[in-house]
């Protein structure tokens, strides 16, 4: 599903120029799940944006399901990042003035959904992670485990192809980060391809494969998919939402 060949990714002012990324060589099997380590500032979150296209490299190439998107338009990868791809931040973002509802509703505002289909899908996201009973709640009337769990919802109610998760439980305490990643097993044994960003060799574990960076730089576990992961989702069917 996802390919990076030589990536880079420099920053440059008037006064210096940083390297982010240096010749990054990923591949990520459909259906996977991938973590992603190293010591802070080593390039996982420059990463991470890349990969959600949030960010453009500076080189090399980027495919996303056998389309090279690296130097798509910005309106190209808009279209292509709404359809396929969700996300979960540490910090949850989610917006206080809305209900959790509606926050998990954002996403699919822009996909041109009916309102019917639109609830349905909140619905069934909110059993997901077991909050529908929360549905008319504001964000700050739940837990951070809870707010989590809303920004979980949100991530899989356009039923993507692929989240992206930023240390999703690095704000967590051990019962709820314990719950967050059991709703990412969940997730994954459902067939959505999973690449989380995380300090815990504990949740790292979990994945099928970790990435280890240094200095922006890919050090270890980048290229090689699983073969079983590889065979078994090559023809699989696009994820669906659980039911319960």
């Known amino acids: 599903m996802i390919q990076l060949k030589n990536l880079s990714k420099v920053y440059r002012t008037a006064y210096m120029e ?5 010749d990054i060589n990923i591949q990520i099997a459909k259906g ?9 500032g080593c390039g996982k979150s420059t990463l991470l944006n890349v990969v959600g296209m949030i960010d453009s490299p ?4 980027y495919f996303f399901d056998g389309k090279e998107v690296g130097h798509c338009s910005e309106n190209e990868l808009v279209d292509v990042r709404k359809e396929n791809i969700g996300f979960i931040f540490q910090n949850f973002n989610l917006i206080d003035d809305l209900s959790v509802a509606e926050n998990v509703d954002l996403p699919l505002l822009y996909l041109g959904i ?5 609830q349905a899908r909140v619905e ?4 997901l992670v077991g ?12 837990s951070g485990g809870q707010q989590q769990r809303v920004a979980v919802a949100r991530s899989v109610v356009s039923e993507p192809k692929l989240i992206l998760a930023d240390e999703p ?3 967590l305490d051990t019962k709820n980060g314990d719950e967050v990643m059991a709703m990412l097993d969940r997730l994954k044994s459902d067939g959505v391809t999973i690449l989380m960003v995380t300090h815990s060799p504990e949740h790292g574990q979990r994945a099928d494969r970790i990435i280890e960076m240094l200095d922006g730089e ?17 023809e699989s069917a696009e994820p669906q939402l659980s039911q319960a």
């Open 131 to 142: 909050l529908e009973h929360r549905a008319r709640h504001k964000p700050q009337e739940l």
């Open 114 to 118: 009916s309102k019917k289909e639109r």
């Open 18 to 22: 940083t390297t982010a990324l240096k």
């Open 32 to 40: 996977e799940f991938v973590a992603m380590m190293g010591p802070s």
């Open 124 to 127: 069934r996201a909110l059993e």
């Open 169 to 171: 439980t690095g704000n």
């Open 58 to 61: 500076s080189s090399g190439e």
């Open 218 to 234: 890919v050090i270890m576990g980048g290229t090689t998919a699983p073969l079983s992961v590889v065979a078994d989702n090559t």
